[in-house]
């Protein structure tokens, strides 16, 4: 049963277009489609409004890992030691280069596998084996010469120079086994990479080794 406070509409109110003129339809359609034509165009703006600011937070991002600071202070060690996006500071290489010709210059056979190994562990993947045989190649020597020992220390009459991939360092080296003592000076080139604020090893190189003349 129908509610009697309930009017059913008339035909003026269900048909919007009764009554009205032809021309009233096509401004409507019009109308429309320029509403339509202006949404579209506000979401463009929109979408190359959102590519713009991906863009620009893309290369802040980029931009602060590449300025991104990272400490690294072994113990005991002081001056500033750090490495802005893939550029390391001067003390920093300093630093890294006493430890590099403490680790691979100066052993004994009871010292010298468990320094190679620290020194393997900062071994770029790209070197790691290499350098790996070339230290083995230094183990094999000193078990069929258990005496021999070498202590190598960074000359202070000479400075230590660096490139972007490489430190040279003026070492002087002394080797003994069975009592008898010889002394060399050369250069250790010490080859790296900064990737990730990350110190890598990529080679150690003995340049212009002689004998000590007296």
């Known amino acids: 049963m129908p509610f009697p406070f309930l009017k059913p509409k008339t035909a003026a109110q269900s048909d919007p277009m009764l009554g009205q003129p032809a021309s009233f339809g096509i401004h409507r359609y019009l109308q429309g489609s320029a509403n339509l034509f202006e949404e579209n165009r506000l979401l463009k703006f929109a979408i190359v409004g959102l590519f713009g600011i991906t863009a620009v937070l893309g290369a802040e991002i980029y ?63 790209s070197a790691y084996n290499q350098m790996r045989d070339s230290l083995n190649s230094i183990l094999d020597d000193l078990s069929d010469n258990p005496t021999l ?46 990737e990730n604020g990350r110190f890598w090893l990529t080679h150690l190189i003995e340049d212009n080794f002689d004998a000590e003349t007296r």
């Open 63 to 125: 931009s602060s890992d590449q300025n991104r600071r990272t400490v690294i202070v072994p113990f005991g060690a002081g001056g500033d030691l750090y490495v802005t996006g893939s550029k390391p500071s001067t003390d920093y290489l300093r630093a890294i280069a006493r430890n590099i010709v403490e680790l691979s210059g100066s052993y004994s056979a009871y010292s010298a596998g468990p320094q190679f190994q620290e020194l393997l562990s900062i071994a770029h993947p």
């Open 149 to 194: 020992s070498i202590a190598t220390y960074i000359r202070a009459d000479q400075p230590v120079t660096w490139t972007s991939s490489e430190i040279i360092v003026p070492v002087e080296k002394v080797r003994v086994i069975g009592g008898v003592i010889r002394k060399f000076r050369g250069n250790l080139k010490i080859g790296y990479a900064i």
